[in-house]
C-alpha cells in the first residue's frame, strides 16, 4: 500500500481528533483493484470497505464489490455464478443494466472486528475470486 497515502489519512485523523460537531466522520473507505480473472472477461473488480456515519449514533460499516466487464462471452452463465458465490458469503445486489454495466454487491457488518474478519477475506478474493472455479486436480 501506498505509504504517502496513509500517512496523510493519519495526518487527518490528527487534525480532527477532539474537535466536535460540526466535524464527524461522513464515510471514509479503502478499496483494492483487481483484473478480472475470468476466461473471455476483460475489466475490473474493486473490493472495497466503506466505513459510514454521518449524522449517525455509531459508525456503520460495510463492503462492496464492485465487478466492471469490459468485454464477455457468456454472460448469461457467468453473470448468476458470480451473484450466487458473493451471496453465499453474504453479499447482496445486482447486476446493474444501460449505459454502465456492471456488478454492485454489498454485505453489512455489526461491529470493526467482523469488518477486520472480512478484509481478510477479500484480500483472498483479490488473489482468487469466489466464483472462479477451481481447477481440476
Same mark, same amino acid.
Given at each position: 500500500?501506498?505509504?504517502?497515502?496513509?500517512?496523510?489519512?493519519?495526518?487527518?485523523?490528527?487534525?480532527?481528533?477532539g474537535?466536535?460537531r460540526?466535524?464527524q466522520? #461522513?464515510? /471514509?473507505?479503502? $478499496?483494492?483493484?483487481?483484473?478480472?480473472?475470468?476466461? #473471455?472477461?476483460?475489466g475490473?473488480?474493486? @473490493?472495497?470497505? +466503506?466505513?459510514? #456515519?454521518w %449524522? %449517525?449514533?455509531?459508525?456503520?460499516?460495510h463492503?462492496?464489490?464492485t465487478?466492471w466487464?469490459r468485454?464477455?462471452?457468456?454472460? +448469461?452463465?457467468? @453473470?448468476p455464478?458470480?451473484?450466487q /458465490?458473493?451471496?453465499?458469503h #453474504?453479499y447482496r445486489? $445486482?447486476?446493474?443494466r444501460g449505459?454502465w +454495466?456492471?456488478g454492485?454487491?454489498w454485505?453489512?457488518? %455489526?461491529?470493526l472486528? /467482523?469488518?477486520?474478519?472480512e478484509?481478510?477475506?477479500l484480500e483472498l478474493?483479490? $488473489?482468487?475470486?469466489p466464483?472462479?472455479r477451481?481447477?481440476?486436480?
Amino acid at each position: 500500500m501506498r505509504r504517502r497515502e496513509f500517512a496523510t489519512l493519519v495526518s487527518l485523523v490528527r487534525l480532527f481528533e477532539g474537535r466536535s460537531r460540526p466535524w464527524q466522520v #461522513g464515510n /471514509a473507505g479503502f $478499496e483494492a483493484r483487481t483484473r478480472l480473472q475470468e476466461p #473471455g472477461f476483460e475489466g475490473i473488480v474493486i @473490493y472495497k470497505v +466503506h466505513t459510514l #456515519g454521518w %449524522e %449517525e449514533r455509531r459508525l456503520r460499516f460495510h463492503a462492496s464489490v464492485t465487478i466492471w466487464p469490459r468485454r464477455q462471452r457468456p454472460k +448469461h452463465v457467468w @453473470y448468476p455464478r458470480v451473484r450466487q /458465490a458473493l451471496t453465499r458469503h #453474504g453479499y447482496r445486489g $445486482e447486476w446493474r443494466r444501460g449505459r454502465w +454495466h456492471f456488478g454492485d454487491f454489498w454485505k453489512r457488518f %455489526e461491529n470493526l472486528r /467482523a469488518l477486520k474478519a472480512e478484509v481478510r477475506t477479500l484480500e483472498l478474493w483479490c $488473489e482468487q475470486a469466489p466464483w472462479r472455479r477451481r481447477p481440476c486436480v
